[in-house]
């Protein structure tokens, strides 16, 4: 038996690019794994796989990317024993956080070692392509630039001393939603900047405003104005930078170290739920 930790993940900045044949978008994001996490705990457990989670909007059957991921490496890999998975979550499910691909992700790592497959990251990364957008970042996790659907994973340094204060509405947002109201044009960004182009350019948490953006964050804020109001108030407590991450409905500031957030945080928890995270490194 051993436990896993599963970090979830921040967007500096999300570009929609097109739509795909396949129905997906191509897309361009920082993405920024931070030390908020859930806890995985796997053993292996008679010829099938058994799954507990203290959160019931989880989903414990064949929808669980943790299922999936090892339904995955049963199809290629033959895998014979089974496995006992149980998840404490802490990243709120439809928070924009990145929850379900981390948990996803951070079981196709956890079965490569106890079964011994000795996968290599490329091999990680294409099986993790197969589970969902968002999965393959978790294999190397950290700092990387994302690109096509997700599945285009390129580490990159980056700033990493600053504190984040995350608020989660007590509400999730829905991608397919979301997407379906960004594709009639309701989006009012008129900013078009290549991330890829800038990120070399970035030397202090303030240059971020000039260079990153969240294309559906106006078209969430329009459907929820409470998030743009719990954008106004961060922006207005001295955060250096302050984005809707993924689609939604998490919202999140960046600090300069040293800030106190604990005290910033007091006008937050009476309707939301509210983190203080690191970036990892």
Same mark, same amino acid.
């Given at each position: 038996m051993?436990?896993f *930790?599963?970090?979830?993940?921040? %967007? $500096?900045g999300?570009r !929609?690019i097109n739509?795909?044949p396949? &129905?997906?978008?191509?897309?361009?994001?920082?993405?920024q794994e931070?030390s908020?996490?859930d806890d995985i705990?796997?053993a292996?457990h008679?010829?099938?796989?058994r799954?507990?989670?203290?959160?019931p909007?989880v989903p414990?059957?064949?929808?669980?990317l943790?299922v999936r991921a090892?339904?995955?490496?049963q199809?290629?890999?033959?895998l *014979?024993?089974?496995v006992e998975i %149980? $998840?404490v979550?802490? !990243?709120?499910?439809?928070s924009?956080? &990145?929850?379900?691909?981390?948990?996803?992700?951070t079981?196709l790592?956890?079965?490569n070692?106890?079964f011994?497959?000795?996968?290599k990251m490329n091999d990680?990364?294409?099986?993790?392509s197969?589970?969902g957008?968002d999965?393959?970042?978790?294999?190397p996790g950290?700092?990387?630039l994302?690109?096509?659907?997700?599945?285009?994973?390129t580490?990159v340094p980056f700033?990493?001393d600053?504190?984040i204060l995350l608020?989660?509405?007590?509400?999730?947002v829905s991608?397919?939603?979301?997407?379906?109201y960004f594709?009639?044009?309701?989006t009012?960004?008129?900013?078009?900047i290549?991330?890829?182009?800038v990120?070399s350019?970035v030397?202090?948490l303030e240059?971020?405003?000039r260079?990153?953006y969240?294309?559906?964050?106006?078209?969430?804020c329009?459907?929820y104005?409470?998030?743009?109001?719990i954008s106004?108030?961060l922006?207005?407590s001295?955060a250096?930078?302050?984005?809707m991450?993924?689609s939604?409905s998490?919202?999140?500031a960046?600090?300069?170290p040293?800030?106190?957030?604990?005290e910033?945080?007091?006008?937050?928890f009476?309707?939301n739920?509210?983190f203080?995270?690191?970036?990892v490194?």
């Amino acid at each position: 038996m051993k436990t896993f *930790k599963s970090h979830a993940k921040i %967007n $500096i900045g999300l570009r !929609i690019i097109n739509k795909r044949p396949d &129905g997906y978008h191509n897309l361009e994001s920082l993405l920024q794994e931070i030390s908020l996490h859930d806890d995985i705990t796997i053993a292996k457990h008679g010829r099938d796989i058994r799954l507990r989670c203290n959160d019931p909007a989880v989903p414990l059957n064949d929808d669980n990317l943790c299922v999936r991921a090892y339904r995955l490496l049963q199809e290629h890999y033959g895998l *014979k024993d089974g496995v006992e998975i %149980n $998840i404490v979550k802490r !990243i709120p499910v439809g928070s924009g956080l &990145g929850g379900g691909s981390s948990n996803g992700a951070t079981c196709l790592k956890a079965f490569n070692e106890i079964f011994r497959l000795d996968l290599k990251m490329n091999d990680l990364l294409v099986l993790a392509s197969q589970l969902g957008s968002d999965v393959p970042f978790f294999i190397p996790g950290k700092t990387a630039l994302v690109q096509g659907r997700g599945e285009v994973v390129t580490p990159v340094p980056f700033l990493n001393d600053y504190r984040i204060l995350l608020v989660y509405p007590n509400f999730a947002v829905s991608t397919a939603a979301v997407f379906k109201y960004f594709e009639f044009g309701l989006t009012e960004n008129p900013i078009d900047i290549k991330f890829e182009a800038v990120i070399s350019r970035v030397g202090g948490l303030e240059d971020l405003n000039r260079y990153f953006y969240n294309d559906l964050e106006s078209v969430v804020c329009n459907l929820y104005p409470e998030l743009a109001e719990i954008s106004r108030k961060l922006s207005e407590s001295g955060a250096k930078f302050v984005s809707m991450s993924g689609s939604g409905s998490t919202v999140y500031a960046l600090f300069e170290p040293g800030t106190d957030l604990r005290e910033i945080s007091k006008g937050y928890f009476k309707k939301n739920r509210v983190f203080l995270a690191r970036p990892v490194i």
